[in-house]
């Protein structure tokens, strides 16, 4: 009984924490570029009565052990990098990634970070930016006597000078992508860093390679499914409510313990 009311708030305490996972997913819902997170479950050590196996007295053999196990823990939190749906902006600015790859932006520290959101600006200078002013990796700047920006989808990024007939490249996006991108570090921001898990950075061309298409004019939403994670929500709230019921059990259990003696 007293194993059941710490195996039950293992439970209790894993339920919680997948509910915050979910209420994550579900703040993100319009977050461009967001990808939902799942949360992995392991279960704990086990206490064994009897091996299977395991001789009897008469000769024979155990079929099946006998064995409690001592409940769950969260074990990893995975990102789930699928493809989220594609929203019209006509913004010139607002880029997609159809397929894989990261865009790369420069930290204010000078290292990098990853993004799948593609909504970038022009600051003060013409440098192509996020919205928080970080500057896009490739550096692109756009001449401030543009009249209009077209983004190819291999991501050549060209310009209408006022008072020209023809385009005038001015940069060449670039995409990242990795071995293992659910071993990339969220740093909040729409942002990601590379780690020993993600594996190295390999950047390439867009279109090229295996590498996403560059869309102009489009961003990609968040992958959160709201109705899936309701239901997740509702799976974890009755986990924790039956996880409740057991502990509710084993102290009903203890009490009864208790009053036999008297």
Do not use: C, W
């Amino acid at each position: 009984m007293i194993r059941a009311l710490f195996t039950a708030a293992t439970g209790l305490h894993a339920q919680q924490m997948n509910t915050d996972v979910i209420a994550n997913n579900i703040a993100n819902a319009n977050t461009p570029g967001f990808k939902r997170d799942r949360l992995n479950f392991q279960d704990l050590l086990y206490q064994t009565f009897r091996r299977a196996g395991q001789s009897t007295l008469t000769g024979s053999m155990v079929p099946t052990s006998l064995r409690v196990g001592h409940g769950v823990r969260p074990i990893a939190t995975q990102k789930l990098f699928l493809l989220g749906a594609a929203q019209p902006t006509g913004n010139p600015l607002d880029l997609m990634v159809s397929g894989d790859g990261f865009f790369q932006v420069t930290l204010a520290d000078g290292n990098t970070a990853y993004t799948r959101d593609g909504t970038f600006k022009i600051d003060s200078e013409g440098n192509v930016t996020t919205a928080d002013g970080l500057f896009m990796e490739p550096a692109i700047t756009i001449p401030a006597d543009a009249i209009s920006i077209e983004i190819a989808s291999d991501g050549t990024v060209s310009v209408l000078i006022g008072g020209d007939t023809t385009l005038t490249q001015v940069g060449q996006i670039q995409l990242v992508r990795f071995q293992n991108p659910a071993g990339l570090e969220t740093i909040g921001q729409n942002l990601y860093k590379e780690t020993d898990a993600s594996g190295d950075p390999i950047t390439g061309t867009p279109g090229e390679e295996g590498y996403g298409q560059i869309a102009q004019g489009y961003l990609e939403a968040s992958n959160v499914s709201i109705v899936e994670e309701l239901i997740q929500l509702i799976i974890a709230q009755r986990a924790f409510e039956t996880n409740s019921r057991a502990v509710d059990v084993a102290d009903q259990l203890l009490n009864i313990s208790n009053n036999l003696a008297r």
